[in-house]
């Protein structure tokens, strides 16, 4: 059975998503549980299985395998069969014997979608697992609890990789482990972390079946490689990439992926620009130096990644980037959208105003406030050209010749194609994606668009847009819920029709399950060929429109790079062409080099692993749990060695690599200042420092046997089971007494104090 080569077909194509009706969800108390609105009385959906999908999951129960199909070929559906048939043994408990199949996701809304996929289309039990449920602080009884309760435990690849290393469930534990979106398991990514804990397993353990969708397999631009990049894939995975086989299939797949139409529109080139944005950009720049100028108390100092340059203190940076994004949207969309803009950039500012923990940052947070009143008064009377009457409100400025001659060339293009392929239509008929580069910027052109609507008859009764935006935090302050909480209600209103024009960053790009598009607008240019084709794969129904917008002077450019795509579509073809299924999967000699580092891992006593590539993010970790105050900083101080330094301590041999050192806050117990190995880079040099120091914070108690910091409570803990141990005979633990609140007055219970005679007698008996 031999694969053919896929033609631009069937790689570049729409959707027929394994989810087509809305699912509706919701977490059960206490229990992390996907319960679906559809079929909870089931739990399982009938849908038939098509040939090649069934041919799929035949080779996957015999061998490691990366499904690359066409995006809406139903790649989910081949993983949830998969499921099924490794299902045996997932209804006992791990201690006699049980299963578990852990399902990677690399975003948070693609596992939400995979847990409802999983709980749809079968009868198994999904845990649903991410960080912002507070995963990180869990016991190992609640661990031991959601396994246990659990047959699927899908969630973000983070929190999988630290549930295994953390020894939380064994690999040998673990069925099958299906990974969606694989083609990113590339570098420090934790999928490729991942991987790399087959290597270190016992040569005896029983290691789970590998099965990796992906409907990219080349990750970025990195089409130029394309064999090398396809064969250090498949060693990751310890798999073969398989696809369908004879040409049969390919027609069979054809039915299921569909071409959109491409249509390149083109806009002039921006001559100059207005007054009013040189005039914006110098008040600007005046502000970033008198910002430079102004203290704002004792800051780290912040480097670039090398550790070469200086970088802005972290509250000065946050502020010149809000800045600098809103001189992006005035320059690429317009004075018009700028006007928006500018508005949610105040906002932003009073939150932090309201935030600020000391007068320095109250006095900087007010200068940005006047700065940006002083901008917003600018726009409003630079749109104000067009009001004929003075004394008419601001609102009149949303007309349509205002939004038209205040917009860039590039909106303008924009707004007419919108105007003329939407007017008069139904409203049912449409469901549009708009993709941009910025998250800003989807916030921006929504606002925009909203007022073009209202001001145009033809479009009022047929768009309703809503934007989404890619996750910045996974952090509980009330901005980031009240975020979270906007982008499942505007993903549930696009799926259910209630909108049906959708301006979104990247998150959109890859796997979200959305209903069947018919027009796919890209605004903003590509960047990489993985964009190319997830984008283009959004485009799902039958003669859909698939639209790139670029300039007069990038339309060679932009050509050039299409035709680059297209060829590397050519190039993975032809690495498939005459590669059997059942060839040898990767040699372990081959993956050992693959995952071969400097710096072996560190494996204590209890089977726990702390990778290198890992160390970084636990040392913040570990300082975050520090001790701090608004007036203080608790972060790893990390310094490139002088070469003085450098001869000093390693001799004249390390004269051309890289050495660093780092230091703890003052509040840890670890005082020695630790130096790192001579590296060939400075990112190498600083793993390797926060390796060793992540293990003498281990030696000295700080991380516990799992890794992790050691909390107050556990401190307190530890003292008790050696001071006041035998207190538990009497059921009087301290640790449960830590955490009691009081009762109120009126919900205590009172008891009546009169005893019965007979019960006097025994009252000096020992209890």
């Known amino acids: 059975m031999e694969f053919i080569i896929l033609s631009d077909q069937i790689l570049v194509q729409y959707n027929i998503s394994v989810e087509q009706s809305s699912i509706k969800t919701k977490l059960a108390p206490g229990a992390n549980r996907i319960i679906m609105a559809d079929n909870v009385h ?55 014997g049980g299963k578990r199949a852990i399902f990677m996701c690399n975003t ?90 087959f290597l270190l397993a016992d040569r005896n353990t029983p290691l789970p079946r590998v099965l990796g969708l992906t409907g990219v397999l080349i990750k970025g631009n ?105 001189q992006y949207q005035l320059e690429h969309y317009g004075v018009y959208a700028a006007a928006m803009a500018i508005v949610s950039v105040i906002l932003e500012f009073e939150i932090k105003l309201h935030q600020s923990e000391t007068l320095a940052l109250t006095h900087i947070y007010k200068l940005a406030i006047c700065l940006c009143n002083r901008i917003n008064h600018m726009l409003k009377k630079k749109l104000r050209d067009l009001v004929d009457d003075d004394t008419e409100p601001d609102d009149a400025v949303h007309t349509e010749e205002t ?57 009022r009764d047929v768009l309703v847009p809503q934007f989404m935006v890619g996750r910045n935090s996974v952090s509980a302050d009330c901005e980031s819920v009240l975020e979270r909480k906007w982008q499942k209600s505007a993903i549930h209103q696009f799926r259910d029709g209630e909108a049906n024009l959708m ?64 060829q590397a579509h050519t190039d993975i073809g032809e690495y498939l062409k005459d590669r059997v299924l059942d060839r040898a999967e990767p040699l372990m000699q081959e993956i050992a080099d693959h995952f071969h580092e400097l710096i072996p891992p560190f494996i204590n006593e209890k089977g726990a692993v702390l990778l290198p590539s890992s160390a970084l993010m636990l040392l913040h970790r570990y300082c975050q749990s520090l001790p701090s105050d608004a ?71 700080e991380l516990n046997e799992r890794f992790l910091p050691v909390t107050l409570k556990d401190r307190v803990t530890a003292i008790t089971d050696f001071h006041f141990d035998h207190w538990k005979k009497y059921s009087d633990d301290v640790i449960d007494t830590v955490n009691k609140q009081k009762l109120k007055p009126e919900t205590q219970t009172t008891f009546k104090t009169s005893c019965q005679t007979d019960s006097m007698e025994c009252c000096s008996a020992i209890c």
């Not at 203290?295 to 990644?305: A, D, F, H, L």
């Not at 989807?442 to 001001?455: N, P, R, T």
């Not at 796997?511 to 485009?539: H, S, W």
Request: proline share 3%.
């Open 503 to 566: 301006i979104c960053s990247s998150v959109l790009e890859e796997g979200i399950d959305v209903k069947a598009c018919n027009y796919v607008l890209i605004l903003d240019p590509l960047k990489t060929f993985n964009m190319y084709v997830q984008t283009k794969g959004r485009a799902r129904s039958k003669e859909a429109q698939f639209v790139l917008f670029s300039s007069e002077l990038d339309r060679i450019k932009t050509n050039q790079q299409i035709n680059q795509y297209r």
């Open 108 to 197: 948070v809304e693609l596992a939400r979608q995979q847990a409802m996929a999983v709980r749809k289309f079968s009868n198994l039990k999904v845990g649903f697992l991410l960080g912002e449920q507070g995963v990180d602080d869990w016991s190992k009884i609640k661990w031991s609890h959601e396994i246990s309760d659990s047959q699927v435990l899908v969630g973000t690849a983070q929190v999988m990789l630290n549930m295994v290393t953390q020894k939380y469930l064994e690999l040998s534990s673990v069925s099958i482990v299906i990974t969606d979106e694989c083609h990113h398991g590339t570098g420090h990514h934790p999928y490729h972390k991942f991987m790399h804990l």
């Open 631 to 701: 007036f203080g900083f608790v972060e790893p101080w990390i310094t490139l060695i002088s070469w003085d330094q450098k001869r000093k301590l390693c001799g004249t041999q390390a004269a051309s690599k890289e050495v660093v050192s780092i230091e703890l806050p003052l509040s840890s117990s670890v005082r020695d200042k630790i130096y790192s190995d001579p590296m060939t880079s400075v990112q190498a040099a600083k793993i390797s420092a926060a390796f060793k120091t992540c293990i003498k914070l281990y030696s000295t108690g």
């Open 403 to 459: 939004i038209m001659n205040f917009s860039t060339p590039k909106v303008q293009r924009f707004l007419h194609y919108v105007q003329k392929t939407f007017s008069g239509k139904d409203a049912k008929d449409i469901c549009c994606l708009v993709f941009v580069e910025r998250r800003y910027t989807s916030k921006c052109i929504y606002q925009l668009l909203k007022k073009f609507i209202a001001v145009i008859p033809a479009l």
């Open 222 to 326: 990195e089409f130029k490689l394309v064999a090398q990049k396809l064969r250090e894939l498949e060693t990751t995975f310890r798999s073969n990439i398989i696809t369908v086989s004879d040409t049969e299939e390919l027609k069979n797949v054809m039915l299921y992926s569909t071409k959109p139409r491409e249509c390149l529109r083109t806009y002039p080139d921006q001559v100059g620009s207005l007054v009013i944005g040189h005039a914006i950009h110098r008040c600007i720049e005046h502000f970033n130096v008198r910002l430079d100028d102004l203290e704002i108390g004792k800051q780290p100092t912040r480097y670039s990644k090398g550790l070469s340059t200086p970088r802005d203190p972290q509250k000065k940076g946050y502020i010149k980037t809000l800045l600098n994004d809103f």
């Open 42 to 96: 089931s739990g399982e959906s009938e849908i038939k299985p098509r040939s090649y999908q069934l041919r799929l999951v035949d080779h996957i129960m015999k061998n490691n395998g990366i499904i690359y199909l066409p995006t809406g070929s139903g790649k989910t559906y081949v993983a949830i069969l998969a499921l099924k048939r490794f299902s045996k043994d997932m209804d006992k408990s791990i201690e006699e």
